[in-house]
């Protein structure tokens, strides 16, 4: 009897193993699925990012060197951020009234260096009657030095205005990160696919690929250098402005007249040159006219005469017409 009890145990032991086993087969087996589909959106993502674009222009794109921090940034992916890794850009505008402006914005650029940061733009604008002395300067300080510089600037002047702004690019830095993070991914399966590429029109289409992806990375790196030197250095833009101009004073109008004798006699003696000259003037001009009107005058004159001589030759003498008879009064 014992032994036939013992073996269907046996047989329910050994069931509930191979029970067990193939669970626990069937779990691995659907892991390792889930797995590789995980992997292959992960490689479809990666492959499809050259043609999702840049990020915003809104997010910089600055020229200027890659800090270290920036490259090992744009290595792997960030991490969850907190408040102590945001990443902000801070901008601000400072309107001032100073004595002499140019003076001034000398000043502001040693501050600016011993600050560790530099002048960007300059451009300065002298007093003149109608203008009054400007000076415009565009400071890129480190961010840990604004503060102390804004408050350097009240011992150079009278600080007007001050207007500080700052934006958030955590997301945008993150977003960068990533893409980055998956174009070298994507840059390095196309270069192990060029070296294992065997005919022309293959080596041609992976070296295309391969080409349009690096200018890709090329394009993240250079954006998300451009936040990292935002970041880094703020930009402050200074307007420093003169003293106001004078008020304007008519110059006194200077004496008329002579103030001394001999004066007088100069000007006595320039009195009589102006007037012969202007005699001399005056008659030059009537000369001409004078001539023609006696010219026609004489000619009026003789033809008068003309005329007189013809009457008189008409005429008949009183004396040849015979005697005078005069009437006879009646008695």
């Known amino acids: 009897m014992t032994p036939t009890t013992s073996r269907p145990r046996n ?3 050994r069931a509930a193993r191979l029970g067990v086993a193939g669970i626990i087969a069937l779990s691995a087996l659907l892991s390792a699925c889930s797995a590789g589909d995980d992997g292959a959106s992960a490689d479809m993502q ?5 043609d999702s674009g840049a990020v915003g222009a ?3 794109g600055g020229d200027q060197g890659t ?3 920036a490259l090992e940034g744009s290595v792997a992916p960030a991490a969850s951020t907190t408040g102590a890794n945001r990443q902000v850009v801070q901008t601000g505008d400072v309107t001032m009234s100073v004595e002499d402006p140019r003076s001034a914005a000398d000043a502001i650029v040693r501050l600016a260096e011993d600050a560790g940061g530099r002048i960007d733009d300059r451009v300065e604008q002298a007093q003149t009657e109608t203008e009054i002395a400007t000076a415009q300067l565009t400071l890129r300080l480190p961010a840990a030095t604004v503060s102390s510089t804004l408050v350097a600037l009240r011992d150079l002047g009278d600080v007007e205005k001050v207007n500080l ?4 690019v955590t997301e945008a830095a993150q977003d960068l990160d990533a893409r980055i993070h ?3 991914l994507s840059v390095s399966r196309m270069t192990a ?3 294992t590429a065997t005919t022309h029109d293959d080596i041609v289409a992976a070296e295309d690929a391969l080409t349009q992806r690096e200018t890709a990375l090329e394009q993240l790196r250079s954006q998300r250098a451009g936040i990292a030197e935002q970041v880094s250095l703020s930009t402050i833009r200074v307007a420093l402005v003169g003293p106001d101009l004078p008020p304007y004073v008519e110059p006194a109008a200077p004496p008329t007249g002579p103030q001394s004798f001999v004066e007088g006699l100069v000007t006595g003696w320039g009195s009589l040159v102006d007037l012969v000259s202007g005699g001399a003037i005056v008659l030059g001009v009537l000369l001409p006219w004078l001539a023609f009107g006696g010219a026609v005058g004489a000619l009026a004159l003789a033809g008068v005469r003309w005329v007189r001589r013809r009457r008189g030759r008409t005429v008949v003498h009183p004396l040849a017409a015979g005697p005078v008879v005069e009437p006879t009064q009646p008695h």
């Open 193 to 195: 696919l060029l070296a």
């Open 182 to 184: 998956a174009m070298e």
């Open 11 to 13: 047989v329910r032991t």
């Open 46 to 50: 990666s492959e499809s990012l050259p």
């Open 67 to 69: 800090s270290a921090q």
């Open 165 to 168: 702004a700052k934006k958030d």
């Open 58 to 60: 809104d997010e910089g």
